[in-house]
């Protein structure tokens, strides 16, 4: 076994010899295996090498030399002997045809499983590459939350595809390096492994903009030449500070990574000369009370720079990743960062959930894998929530954060959240029925609203009742993928019930156009046209016409084949309705096609929509047309932007206002007022005294005498509205109110 973890975990690229693509990984299995457990490894390379035959790669090489780098990868970290049997295996389910059952059979469910895991889903088809990437992602986590070990195979085959990359193509190596940026970079952050997460990141910004790592990768070395003697001169006074106090430890200095720096440098908007911790300092001692008496000693060498220290000892990353954080002033007045641990916290660090698997070590992780169980537990949460594949990878793209605020539970128990969580946020990290009955949150004893975001330290307690729900608004403050996947979760089946309503009312009232009638239609009627609309059910199809998917004239034909005598009735309805159109104005034309309106509260869900550019609100002539995703898109009769659906008749519905609508309903309103101090205070005031609310404000100076300001209010009906502009064109320095469309 290799001295020093810094050494097993370098990860160096292993060229396979031409005679015996084995032999590298046999060296390096020798290191910590029994010959009998390396010759069940050979079993497997064996296997794997008859499998793949004369399958080359895309660089004219024997493709066995891609499995045996992946085994290659895994054996550096020293993972048992079933992981680097499945890397060794990884691809012959998928290319070549070999059944998980003769695997299984031959090396145990341990290994096959994890094979399969890892496999991709190359006899399903799909229509576009995304949704076969987002399926693949969703196959691989599902298998991650029945053993790890599949994600960290992924992981190593994506580094060694990074490493080869060259012979491609430049688009597909973009393309693949933002995949890997964005996805499997993160899941390596995610389960702390340190080594491979570098080096993904590195190769995917050399791939992607390689003239930006080109010149970012010149500037380090030349910096790393100006400042060689202050990083000695430091590791050095570190090393004789803690001898002189009687500690034994490792002190070492690294340069960040090109990636890190780059990262730095477009977060904060600087430029690379202004970067001055372009190293940190890692000090490796016996135990954890070690840890912080050194970290005092450290202390007294040089002076701590203020709200820099953290303490993941105390309070572990998620990924279970553990030490404590330092920056100070160094010598030549540069900042110096100082990481303290104990060589298991270092393994851990390196490693993250691998060390789980670290080969007879013995010791303990149970922390990393603790959270790593957490994670995936999260994940599958988001699976049983529904979605299709992309939702899910949103979702999980959401949950790979790497910085986190740490909150209190009214018991005192610690959650880690994303940075910019809401109170939202932790409702649903207590739990999803506290998330969907919150109403309100006390942080640190005081009322705060729910949108309210998180700080470190806070203590959160959450108010619920029974007969609240999760808001559409939510969507747009949550961070978390749990919160976000919850309240779509809960808002679909809303939307599916109000679509389902909404679609039976436009079906109904297609078929009576038709010459038809909803109520005589008969099981067989909708078993003949399901399959015709890709639906299982009746219910199904009547959601995707709320939903504008399926237009209800057509379904209508559908269920009145031309081949009866309802059919015919319905042919010469529509060839009447057709006459009578080019004789009619279009107001008495819908009349006579269709009789009862649809009617409109305004509280109808999402498959009723009211339009954001005329925002139309009760008493206001409208007029509704079917949209696609959306359901009926509800517009004033006045609305510019109808024009083109105008000429649509096959989309419109007929609207119009229930009488018992009622709510507030946003309206946009311009003011022209006097420029003088207090005078927007005097109108706000107006606006609340006449029972409105004040949504959003706009200020457009005109002239310097005047201002215009642009107000979007909420308002009762087209009477309440009235009666608020009067209100304020009495006021004095008011010149002109108006309302505004468009």
Not at 88 to 106: N, P, T, Y
Not at 298 to 327: C, E, M, W
């Amino acid at each position: 076994m290799a001295s020093g973890v810094g050494e097993v975990l370098r990860l160096p690229p292993v060229k396979p010899a031409l005679d015996d693509p084995c032999a590298p990984l046999r060296a390096l299995l020798q290191q910590y295996m029994t010959p009998e457990e390396v010759a069940r490894v050979r079993e497997a390379y064996e296997l794997a090498l008859a499998a793949h035959g004369e399958q080359t790669r895309r660089s004219g090489e024997p493709y066995i030399h891609h499995p045996v780098a992946v085994a290659c990868i895994l054996a550096e970290l020293q993972l048992d002997i079933f992981t680097v049997q499945a890397a060794l295996l990884h691809d012959v389910i998928e290319d070549c045809g070999i059944s998980k059952e003769s695997l299984a059979e031959r090396f145990g469910p341990e290994v096959a499983e994890m094979v399969d895991g890892v496999s991709k889903l190359g006899q399903v088809r799909f229509e576009t590459r995304e949704e076969a990437q987002a399926e693949n992602f969703r196959k691989m986590f599902l298998a991650m939350s029945r053993d790890i070990r599949v994600v960290l195979i992924k992981l190593a085959d994506r580094l060694h595809n990074m490493r080869t990359m060259g012979v491609m193509t430049p688009e597909k190596r973009r393309r693949i390096s933002r995949e890997t940026l964005d996805i499997y970079a993160p899941i390596a952050q995610r389960l702390g492994i340190h080594a491979i997460r570098i080096e993904l990141e590195e190769l995917a910004f050399s791939h992607l903009y390689p003239k930006r790592w080109h010149t970012l990768n010149e500037a380090v070395k030349a910096a790393r030449g100006h400042r060689k003697e202050a990083v000695q001169k430091i590791e050095q006074a570190l090393l004789d500070r803690l001898h002189q106090e009687g500690f034994e430890a490792q002190v070492s200095g690294r340069e960040k990574h090109v990636y890190s720096i780059y990262s730095k440098m477009q977060k904060k908007g600087m430029a690379f000369s202004s970067i001055l911790d372009l190293h940190a300092f890692r000090v490796i001692v016996a135990d954890v009370d070690t840890c912080y008496r050194v970290l005092g000693i450290i202390h007294s060498l040089y002076r701590p720079i203020p709200g820099r220290f953290k303490d993941y000892i105390a309070i572990p990353k998620s990924n279970g990743y553990q030490s404590l954080h330092t920056v100070l002033l160094g010598p030549f007045g540069h900042p110096v960062e100082v990481q303290i641990r104990t060589e298991d916290m270092h393994r851990v660090a390196e490693a993250g959930v691998a060390a789980h698997w670290l080969y007879k070590t013995g010791m303990n992780h149970a922390h990393a894998e603790t959270q790593a169980r957490a994670w995936l537990q999260r994940l599958l949460e988001l699976q049983t929530q529904g979605g299709d594949s992309q939702e899910f990878l949103e979702s999980v793209k959401l949950d790979l954060f790497p910085d986190e605020v740490y909150v209190f539970t009214p018991k005192g128990k610690i959650l880690s959240l994303p940075r910019g969580a809401t109170a939202v946020d932790f409702a649903y990290a207590v739990h999803t029925d506290i998330g969907n009955q919150a109403v309100a949150a006390r942080v640190n004893d005081m009322y705060v609203p729910l949108r309210s975001p998180l700080n470190n330290g806070d203590k959160v307690d959450i108010v619920t009742a029974t007969s609240a729900h999760p808001q559409p608004g939510w969507l747009d403050v949550v961070v978390t993928a749990k919160a976000r996947s919850s309240v779509r979760a809960y808002l679909k089946t809303i939307q599916r019930e109000d679509a389902e309503t909404l679609g039976r009312n436009l079906l109904e009232k297609a078929l009576q156009s038709l010459g038809g009638n909803y109520q005589q239609l008969e099981a067989a009627d909708w078993r003949r046209v399901l399959g015709t609309f890709n639906v299982q059910e009746e219910g199904q199809l009547l959601a995707a016409i709320g939903m504008g998917e399926v237009f209800p004239l057509v379904a209508a034909h559908k269920l009145l084949p031309e081949e009866d005598d309802r059919g015919r009735l319905a042919q010469t309805a529509r060839r009447l309705g057709q006459a009578v159109s080019q004789l009619l104005p279009s107001r008495l034309n819908r009349e006579v096609a269709v009789k009862k309106p649809l009617l409109i509260r305004g509280t109808e869900g999402l498959p009723v929509t009211l339009a954001r550019c005329c925002r139309p609100i009760p008493g206001d002539p409208i007029l509704g047309f079917i949209s696609a995703g959306k359901g009926v898109v509800v517009h004033t009769h006045d609305c510019h932007n109808i024009r083109e659906w105008r000429k649509r008749r096959d989309r419109w519905v007929d609207v119009q206002w229930d009488p018992d609508a009622h709510g507030d309903f946003p309206v946009t309103i311009r003011v022209v007022a006097e420029s003088a101090r207090g005078v927007l205070a005097r109108i706000a005031t107006l606006i609340s005294d006449e029972d409105s609310n004040i949504d959003h404000v706009d200020i457009e100076p005109q002239d310097g005498l005047y201002t215009g300001i642009t107000f979007t209010i909420l308002a009762h009906d087209r009477d309440h509205l009235a009666k608020i502009m009067r209100s304020l064109r009495s006021l004095p320095m008011v010149s002109r109110v108006q309302r505004v469309k468009n």
